[in-house]
């Protein structure tokens, strides 16, 4: 079960991050079901969720998890609207919430899980090809994926709570917005980097280099006078360095790999 649970999961991150650019979220938000693309990436949650096991005894099970994918999408899509609509805020924004990404994640993850332990249970088996895979590889391949996009839209959810960026004196609204449009696109690639990194230092142990590099990027901010821009860039590299640190040692540890053991047990 940990094999197919642990492609369900990868396949659910190619889904729902890789293969889901911003502006289907922001259609999606604004047009709900008169929006297509909320029906194109429920395709692509069949696809991927089929593909990913690919036999043909799990394609009721795929069409499970779309069905309910879709339900939970359209759900979040109503609230979102109606927390949009309170806060008053302009039909070309993409209104988000750490809270309902929390929760969105969690009943996805949860339904996955469900839909997998009803496949075992009704004598569901685990394809061939995973035969050449160990658990534990599948961890790092789904550790590495969480550290690019997933990781990305977790670090933003957050930090769209604070106003960080509005304590600086910028009067010029155009100049600020630029700044820190562009400040937000250098970060994505700059902390998809270290994560990558710092996963592998942590699973090679060389927890010394991991100091280095968190060391080198504190001295290039260091003369930056902004304070505004200072400290959203501050808790971003705390929370991109406190996910990796998260997920390498999970992984060198073993946590997750005896955590999957524990809630796969028939």
């Not at 999408?73 to 309170?86: G, P, S, T």
């Not at 390498?248 to 997750?256: E, H, L, T």
Request: hydrophobic content about 45%; proline content about 2%.
């Amino acid at each position: 079960m940990e094999k197919i649970l642990l492609v369900q999961f990868i396949a659910h991150i190619m889904a729902d991050f890789f293969f889901q650019p911003e502006c289907f979220s922001l259609e999606k938000q604004n047009k709900c079901f008169s929006s297509r693309h909320i029906y194109i990436h429920t395709l692509i949650v069949f696809i991927a969720s089929f593909v990913m096991t690919f036999t043909c005894g799990f394609i009721w099970y795929a069409l499970t998890i779309t069905i309910i994918h879709f339900g939970i999408d359209v759900l979040k899509c109503i609230i979102e609207r109606c927390l949009k609509k309170k806060k008053e805020m302009g039909d070309e924004l993409l209104y988000t919430n750490h809270y309902m990404f929390f929760l969105d994640q969690i009943f996805h993850l949860s339904v996955i899980y469900g839909v997998v332990a009803v496949y075992f249970r009704n004598n569901g088996y685990t394809p061939t090809y995973l035969d050449v895979f160990t658990p534990n590889l599948l961890l790092i391949v789904m550790g590495l994926l969480l550290c690019i996009k997933p990781a990305n839209v977790l670090i933003k959810s957050c930090l769209s709570s604070l106003d960080l960026y509005g304590k600086d004196n910028e009067t010029d609204k155009e100049k600020k917005d630029k700044d820190k449009s562009d400040l937000e696109r250098a970060g994505r690639w700059i902390g998809t980097i270290e994560r990558i990194m710092t996963v592998v230092l942590v699973m090679l142990q060389q927890y010394t280099a991991i100091g280095f590099i968190i060391a080198a990027k504190s001295v290039l901010r260091y003369n930056d006078s902004k304070t505004g821009k200072t400290e959203y860039v501050l808790i971003g590299t705390l929370l991109s360095f406190g996910i990796a640190l998260l997920i390498g040692i999970g992984i060198q540890r073993g946590v997750f790999e005896s955590f999957l053991s524990y809630i796969s047990c028939n």
